[in-house]
């Protein structure tokens, strides 16, 4: 399944394709994804003009010169194929079921075996009230995102820090793979609770700071990965590498998978503390 990184990494790349371009053309070659498309989807995006693409969590987010929103999920196994200008065209296949003409010339197809993508349009007033996007923390990337504000929104939160980084309110769409990278980043056990980062008061604590820093590491250097290697287990610290040795310098650890809150965490038991 797609994690932030692979997300931030498609919105790169569709970023230079979409904005300041209109929609010349688009067709819905099924009648729904994970969820039905929205009503005249395809009325709503004709000769429409990508403001600019962002991301919130693992939403992809098309702003129109509408008004409305173009937001989308990539869900288990979604992707877009860029078809520049000149390019000749790929016949359509099976699973490609969004297709979008730009004027430039460009398509952009969507294509997704298992449909638990969705794609949904939102006017400006159902954006902000948005049951998901309303409530998403800080994007972690983002230079809001700090030791400050991770401490604000741990302050007295009694479930583990490993936990706390999977609620989208804390920080926005970390997924439990980085979860547990940046807690070995930070040398920090997943098994504290929430609230040592801060101080009773929202202080950050040292330890806050480090494990802001520890977020935006491993997300960065996956989004650095993602534009380039293909998916492979042996990329991560603690990750899917029970029984490994830790891969910490002068660290004789061995990395131990527990279950969090139905999920698992891999973590070294020696070097985070
Ligand atoms: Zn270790």
Redesign the pocket.
């Known amino acids: 399944m797609p994690e932030l990184p692979e997300v931030e990494t498609v919105r790169r790349q569709l970023d230079p394709v979409l904005t300041g371009v209109r929609i010349a053309d688009v067709h819905a070659r099924r009648p729904d994804l994970r969820t039905a498309f929205p009503p005249r989807f395809r009325h709503r995006l004709r000769r429409q003009t990508v403001q600019a693409v962002t991301r919130r969590a693992k939403y992809l987010l098309a702003e129109l010169s509408s008004g409305e929103t173009l937001m989308m999920h990539l869900g288990m196994s979604g992707s877009f194929r860029i078809e520049l200008p000149g390019e000749s065209r790929q016949a359509l296949g099976l699973h490609d079921h969004v297709v979008f003409d730009l004027a430039s010339g460009a398509r952009v197809v969507f294509n997704d075996p298992r449909r638990f993508g969705f794609m949904d349009l939102l006017t400006p007033a159902e954006r902000e009230q948005h049951v998901v996007l309303s409530r998403l923390g800080p994007e972690p990337l983002a230079d809001g995102f700090d030791g400050a504000a991770l401490a604000r929104a741990c302050r007295g939160k009694k479930t583990s820090i490993k936990v706390a980084l999977l609620d989208q309110r804390v920080v926005a769409g970390i997924g439990n793979i980085y979860a547990s990278e940046a807690l070995h980043v930070a040398g920090l056990s997943p098994r504290r609770r929430a609230e040592i980062v801060a101080t009773p008061k929202g202080v950050p604590r040292e330890s806050a700071h480090r494990l802001a820093a520890a977020i935006k590491k491993v997300l960065n250097a996956a989004i650095t990965r993602a534009a380039g290697a293909p998916y492979r287990g042996s990329r991560f610290r603690v990750y899917d590498r029970e029984g490994e040795r830790?891969r910490?310098v002068r660290?004789e650890?061995v990395i131990e998978r527990r279950t969090q809150a139905g999920r698992s965490t891999f973590y070294?038991p020696?070097?985070q503390r």
Do not use: A, E, L, Q
Request: hydrophobic share 15%; proline share 0%; net charge positive.
């Open positions: 830790c910490r660290c650890g070294c020696i070097c």
